[in-house]
């Protein structure tokens, strides 16, 4: 994502706290106080402009939804959304999804959704990937038993470099596409950066694994 710098950003993110969560780690673990209700809590890592999880919390107001972006520059455009939208069942966290365990307990989440990730396609940044064995344990820390990650990319070296790393983890695929536009897949909710490459032409990939409860993979 080209990055624009916003002076102004932090301070407007600072005027709209219920929906840019000052303080996030005071939450951890009472996510629903914020909510004010028990449903489920789904994430975005790297929500970007936001308006996967401004559509998605339009389309399900039966569930909570977060969407967390590194830089205050480019959650203030989320944030407008969320202002327009006046929706109660999303919320944005301005942090570093490294730190995931910083803002979120143990079954604090029941998805993650991981949309047009950063690829970073060399390898010394493997770690930067956010569907590096890491990044997987982070959010294992903090999902439910059996919680799932959506993940949808067009970027072919990055999806099977994802499908390597869960498989590896021992995750188990719940939903593949190759080609999600061309398949019968009902609900997809475009993200920006989807509209921008699929506009080009490229192909778009999906997949939905689930992380194993302890009675699941043994035979
Ligand atoms: N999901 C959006 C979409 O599909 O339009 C944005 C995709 S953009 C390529 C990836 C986004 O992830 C960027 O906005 C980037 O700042 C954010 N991001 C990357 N690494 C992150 C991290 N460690 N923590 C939080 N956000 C991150």
């Not at 780690?25 to 996510?31: D, I, Q, T």
């Not at 059996?146 to 994802?162: A, M, P, V």
Request: charged residues 30%; negative net charge.
């Amino acid at each position: 994502m080209r990055l624009r710098n916003k002076p102004w950003a932090k301070d407007k993110i600072d005027q709209y706290p219920q929906y840019a969560v000052p303080n996030p780690e005071l939450n951890k673990g009472k996510w629903d106080e914020v909510f004010e209700n028990n449903n489920p809590l789904h994430i975005e890592v790297g929500t970007g402009k936001g308006r996967f999880i401004t559509e998605m919390a339009k389309a399900h107001p039966d569930i909570n939804y977060i969407g967390i972006e590194l830089y205050d520059s480019v959650i203030v455009a989320a944030l407008d959304r969320l202002i327009e939208a006046e929706l109660p069942n999303v919320k944005l966290l301005n942090i570093n999804a490294a730190e995931l365990d910083k803002y979120f307990a143990k079954n604090d989440v029941d998805r993650v959704y991981l949309n047009f990730s950063d690829p970073w396609p060399k390898t010394r940044h493997e770690k930067r990937r956010l569907t590096y064995k890491e990044f997987l344990k982070s959010y294992e820390n903090i999902l439910v038993d059996g919680g799932e990650i959506h993940f949808k990319t067009d970027n072919q070296g990055l999806f099977e470099y994802s499908l390597m790393s869960f498989s590896e983890y021992g995750l188990l695929l719940k939903f593949l596409s190759l080609d999600l536009h061309k398949s019968d897949f009902e609900g997809n909710i475009m993200t920006e950066y989807e509209q921008k490459f699929s506009e080009k032409g490229n192909r778009i990939y999906r997949c939905e694994v689930k992380y194993q409860n302890d009675t699941e993979g043994q035979s």
